[in-house]
């Protein structure tokens, strides 16, 4: 029989993962990260089992005691929590954050996911179960970017993939080749609304990968949420990266966008 260990966080993908894990015959295990994964996420697994996000060891602990030797890490885990929440870490994420040079994206999700593997489990590259999921090449919707709204594109473009590779964040807000807002720990939705206060109407988003992205954990995604928050902020195209993100409810991102006048764009730069 074959078993994966989702480690869910918050939003859809953890969902998709788990469907396609089955569709391919494994027997999934979610470990729901409290207080962030969805109630939800239990119709679509075998067995779900709640641990605080804070408990890293007991998180390590599960995977060990129902013989997980692959596992897969999904869903957002803000940051943020590590500053303003009242989570109080175990003795093991205590351990870990202690160790880190630093604490940026890659380096707590390359400490987190060394310690998972030398327990000997195996942490999947997402794509493994989210190839389906992947951000298609070309504009998306029916009506295409203008001349003016490109050149913000590729401006945005360089910018996000520069922010990337400083492990800052992935996406940025433009208008008029001039930045509005670059994404930092508040995460995509606060950023595109922040850039739409300063930009008014007509702003361009682009979310990138990292220039060295790491499929395991991290990978750009897109949802609902994003394209609402564009709404919020008047913003009029999105573009993301083609092939390196993930595009959840891609039908209903493209019915909702129409009706918003929102474009959606693959781009590969």
Not at 94 to 117: G, H, N, P, T, Y
Not at 172 to 179: E, S, T, W
Request: aromatic residues 4%.
């Amino acid at each position: 029989m074959k078993k994966l260990g989702l480690i869910a966080g918050m939003g859809e993908l953890p969902m998709a993962i788990a469907s396609e894990a089955k569709a391919k015959g494994y027997t999934v295990l979610a470990i729901a990260l409290e207080p962030l994964a969805e109630i939800s996420l239990s119709s679509y697994v075998d067995e779900i089992i709640w641990v605080n996000v804070g408990k890293f060891g007991e998180i390590i602990e599960t995977l060990i005691k129902h013989n997980i030797k692959k596992a897969i890490m999904v869903g957002k885990v803000p940051k943020s929590l590590l500053y303003k929440s009242k989570i109080t870490p175990d003795l093991r994420a205590i351990k870990l954050l202690f160790s880190l040079k630093d604490r940026s994206d890659d380096s707590i999700l390359q400490s987190v996911a060394k310690e998972i593997e030398k327990e000997g489990i195996s942490l999947l590259n997402i794509v493994s179960f989210g190839s389906r999921l992947l951000t298609s090449e070309g504009t998306l919707t029916e009506k295409s970017p203008t001349e003016k709204e490109w050149k913000d594109i590729i401006f945005g473009w360089k910018i996000a993939k520069e922010i990337g590779r400083l492990d800052i964040g992935q996406t940025v807000v433009v208008k008029n080749q001039a930045v509005m807002a670059v994404e930092a720990i508040e995460g995509t939705d606060e950023a595109i609304k922040r850039g739409g206060r300063l930009a008014g109407t007509g702003a361009v988003v682009v979310k990138v990968s990292k220039p060295d992205q790491d499929m395991r954990f991290d990978v750009p995604v897109v949802g609902l949420s994003t394209l609402r928050a564009m709404f919020e902020a008047g913003a009029c195209v999105l573009a993301i990266e083609a092939k390196k993100s993930i595009i959840l409810n891609k039908d209903k991102i493209i019915e909702e966008s129409k009706k918003a006048g929102i474009v959606v764009v693959g781009y590969t730069g």
